[in-house]
Each structure stands twice: as C-alpha cells, then as structure tokens.
C-alpha cells in the first residue's frame, strides 16, 4: 500500500485532527492543518552554538507535533517534519564535510512497541545514508525521568558502535535533546570505539534546560 492511500484511509478511520490545535484538517492535510504547519515553518530558525545545531526551542507547538508523531503512531508526520529540517541538515553535512551520519538509537522492544524510529525515518524520507548505532540494553524513556542522577544511571554505557570512527566528521542526530545526558553517552561511546576527527550535533528542538545550561 502506498504512502497516500494509506494515508486517505487512515483520515478515513481513525482520528485525523490536527496535531497541534486538535482541529480537523481539511481532505488534502495529514495530522497537520495549513495554520499550524505555517506557524512552524515561519518560527523555524538554524541556530548554532559551538558543535551543536539545532532549529526549535521544545515548547509550544513543535512540542505537540513531536509528542504526536513519536508517542502517538502518527508516522506520516514525519514527511512534513522531514521537509521542515531537510535544508538545514544537508547544509550541517556539507560544510561540515561529515562522514558519518548517526540517529540516536531506539532498543529492540521500543521498536517493535512503537514500529519506528522516528529519526531513522525523517533520514529515509531525505535520502541521508546512516550508520546504525546500537542500543545494548532497554531503559527508562528520558521524559520519565526528572532526577538527573537517574538519568545518568539509566542511559550508563546504553550505546555500541562497531563500525569505525577513525578521523571521521560525525553528525549525531537526534529530534529532542533534553538534558544531554543522551547526547553525552553517545559521544562516550563514539570516543571509546575509536577517534573521531571531530563530533557535531544536530536536534530538531532542545529544551530550555539543556540550552541555558549548555549552550
């Protein structure tokens, strides 16, 4: 079944109201009403601190869109978030002349419950190659968990890279960065594998309390 059609028979069956303003979207619209996906795209901006890149601060709108589309199963938002990124990210790669492309990656019980990662998919819809990181173990989702030395305990030595990263540009990907604490055990990973030439990051949104403190 194709993309489309699976689409029309979704709006068709299931609950298709907007995931932002929970309006119902008009016949031509997928989980995303003109308004709202116009509000997004106007408040889109690259924004750049050290090696980290990002585009929205997690709040507000691009906070429902990501919740709905990774939480709730709604997987064809992922062709409209893939066209709000794709500029930005191709430009991340080029100028940075990056080597290896990385999505942070779900485990195998997160991926049979949800049946996507969310990050790989917005990759596909692009046509940017990846490498496939590995999740050895299954942890406690990150937005469960409030005390940061428990996140820090949760996530401990969660990644596996057997591919080499030797004197490579690596770009980590990830939708949402929170505290960081993520995005540090993957560099953790990356770094004990091998040595990278240099590591960047880039997020589709980062919380407020990563950027304050981090950025």
């Known amino acids: 079944m194709n993309l489309k059609l699976n689409q029309i028979l979704k709006k068709f069956f299931f609950d298709s109201s907007c995931s932002i303003c929970k309006k119902e979207v008009e ?58 990124i794709e500029d930005e990210i191709i430009k991340i790669i080029r100028e940075n002349s990056i080597d290896v ?22 990759l596909d819809n692009i046509g940017i190659n990846y490498k496939k990181a590995k999740r050895k173990k299954e942890t406690i989702p990150m937005h469960k968990i409030l005390e940061k030395d428990v996140r820090k305990i949760n996530i401990k030595s969660v990644f596996q890279c057997d591919f080499s990263v030797n004197n490579k540009n690596i770009l980590i990907v990830d939708d949402i960065v929170t505290t960081g604490t993520t995005m540090l055990e993957m560099i953790k990973s990356l770094e004990e594998t091998g040595k990278p030439k240099n590591i960047y990051i880039f997020a589709i949104s980062v919380a407020p309390t990563f950027y304050k403190k981090f950025l």
Do not use: A, T, W
């Open 27 to 84: 016949d031509d619209e997928i989980y995303i009403c003109k308004k709202c996906r116009e509000k997004i795209e106007k408040e889109k901006s690259l924004h750049v601190r050290k090696n980290i890149y990002y585009l929205f601060e997690y709040k507000n709108e691009i906070r429902k869109l990501i919740i709905d589309y990774k939480l709730n199963g709604r997987k064809e938002l992922s062709c409209f978030i893939s066209k709000i």
């Open 101 to 122: 492309v990385i999505p942070i990656p779900m485990s195998e019980e997160r991926f049979l419950l949800r049946g996507f990662n969310q990050v790989e998919l917005i």
